[in-house]
């Protein structure tokens, strides 16, 4: 059974830029969750979808966005990157929302400039 | 806001020793998690605590939940160089994945 995918899985990118990073949740999983991992901050929620509805959303700007489609695969945006997003992003799935069993995927390093 | 707090941050310790990770959050639940976080890797799930009093083991590992005192340890029985990481406790929200991290253990077992 294939894990979570993550993609792409290292990015660089100038300030001022925007970028999309992509997940892909195991197959037959309903629910993605986005977490943000800097050495400063720890490992932050940012927003969960389950059914390409929204349900929670963490305490990030407006820059941050995300969305789910028909199939569960998940995309967030970060519109004007500034140098503090540089980070880890981690996403994770699990069947429905609520569960306790969450599988995280390797993580898209991005790197801002 | 939930806070999740974890002593010690960083911990040297020696082969064959014990030692006892704390896990404290600030509000109530009963679900708290612990993950294993490689340099570099993404976090690998290695316990889910659902209960009071919840005990659970693996290998060198054995984790515990008291909920009322909204405490959880992480336990480590004769360390060795493998069980070096960084690792996370987490808790949830009643009302889905939202899960509050702790700032993480990082473990260095030496030889």
């Known amino acids: 059974k294939a894990g979570v995918t993550q993609t792409p899985r290292y990015l660089i990118k100038t300030r001022g830029q925007q970028v999309t990073l992509s997940c892909s949740p195991i197959s037959g999983h309903r629910s993605v969750s986005w977490y943000q991992q800097t050495p400063g901050q720890g490992l932050q929620f940012l927003f969960e979808?389950?059914?390409?509805?929204?349900?929670n959303k963490g305490n990030f700007p407006g820059r941050f966005s995300g969305r789910q489609f028909s199939n569960s695969r998940s995309e967030m945006n970060v519109s004007t990157l500034e140098l503090g997003d540089s980070a880890l992003y981690l996403c994770?799935?699990?069947?429905?929302?609520?569960?306790?069993?969450?599988?995280f995927g390797p993580g898209t390093r991005l790197t801002v400039t | 806001e939930l806070k999740v707090e974890q002593n010690p941050l960083f911990l040297s310790m020696q082969e064959g020793k014990n030692y006892t990770i704390y896990c404290n959050y600030s509000?109530?639940?009963?679900?708290l998690y612990w993950y294993r976080q490689d340099p570099g890797k993404s976090l690998e799930s290695l316990f889910v605590?659902?209960?009071?009093?919840a005990v659970k083991q693996e290998g060198r590992l054995m984790a515990s939940l008291d909920t009322k005192a909204r405490l959880s340890t992480l336990h480590i029985t004769a360390a060795v160089h493998d069980l070096s990481a960084t690792y996370f406790c987490a808790v949830d929200k009643d009302t889905g994945n939202q899960f509050y991290f702790g700032t993480g253990t990082s473990l260095t077992v030496i030889p």
């Open positions: 994770a799935s699990s069947k429905v929302a609520g569960s306790y069993e969450q599988y």
């Open positions: 979808y389950f059914s390409e509805t929204q349900r």
């Open positions: 509000t109530t639940s009963d679900r």
């Open positions: 605590l659902l209960s009071n009093g």
